[in-house]
């Protein structure tokens, strides 16, 4: 069975630091990768995706992913974090063959000025 | 405007009644799924149906029953079987042509007493 882990729990930066979440997964055959955010008050809307092609790939808001194969990892970075990206952050995974998607436990990131 | 409508936002039960939770969607998508988000444990997966009449258990299906009967409809149905109700569910829906993320529904919270 698929599953997702986010090591990060909760992340407090101030403005202007490097962000780098972490998000690995657990399923054998070929997967379909997603990062969500949820803004304070908010709907859960998707960051980025990566189904095939360029390992990085670039979201909205000047996030991007890395998908590393050998390390079932898909972690999210942005090398600037600004105050208005404070929210919950989580990775999401399925099967290729599947529309089964699951999702991790959600990374609280806090931005202070 | 399209989008999935999930209603009422907040509903009170007493322990021993079932309870269902109304997702309705006019974006046209086969697939519906239905989440818990608790806090510190993301969101769960409880069924899911990527097609009119038919669904799949997730990882927490014990206690809660789904219906598909039309495409655009998918109401959850929280059991007294279920051992811990009270909770936040979020209804999604995605298009099964191409790699399309999901789209998700405002939530309902749930509190039984």
């Known amino acids: 069975a698929q599953s997702v882990s986010q090591h990060n729990h909760h992340v407090i930066l101030s403005e202007a630091a490097s962000l780098e979440l972490g998000c690995n997964y657990s399923y054998g055959g070929t997967v379909n990768l997603f990062w969500y955010v949820q803004y304070p008050g908010q709907h859960l809307q998707l960051l980025l995706k990566?189904?095939?092609?360029?390992?990085l790939v670039k979201g909205i808001k000047g996030f991007e992913a890395e998908f590393i194969k050998s390390k079932f990892s898909f972690n999210l970075r942005k090398p600037s974090v600004q105050w208005s990206d404070t929210a919950e952050y989580f990775c999401?995974?399925?099967?290729?063959?599947?529309?089964?998607?699951?999702f991790g436990t959600g990374t609280r990131l806090q931005v202070f000025p | 405007d399209g989008g999935i409508t999930q209603s009422p936002k907040y509903l009170f039960r007493k322990e021993g009644q079932n309870v269902t939770l109304s997702c309705e969607q006019n974006l046209n998508h086969d697939a519906m799924y239905w989440y818990r988000q608790d806090p510190g444990q993301g969101l769960r997966l409880i069924y899911y149906s990527q097609i009119v009449n038919d669904f799949q258990k997730g990882d927490i299906a014990e206690g809660y029953s789904v219906s598909r009967e039309k495409k655009e409809s998918f109401p959850l149905t929280v059991t007294s079987a279920q051992k811990n109700p009270t909770a936040f569910y979020l209804c999604?829906?995605?298009?099964?042509?191409?790699?399309?993320?999901?789209?998700f529904g405002n939530g309902t919270r749930l509190t039984v007493t």
């Open positions: 999604a829906s995605k298009d099964r042509v191409g790699n399309s993320p999901l789209h």
């Open positions: 999401a995974v399925n099967a290729r063959n599947t529309d089964k998607l699951i």
């Open positions: 990566y189904f095939s092609g360029d390992p």
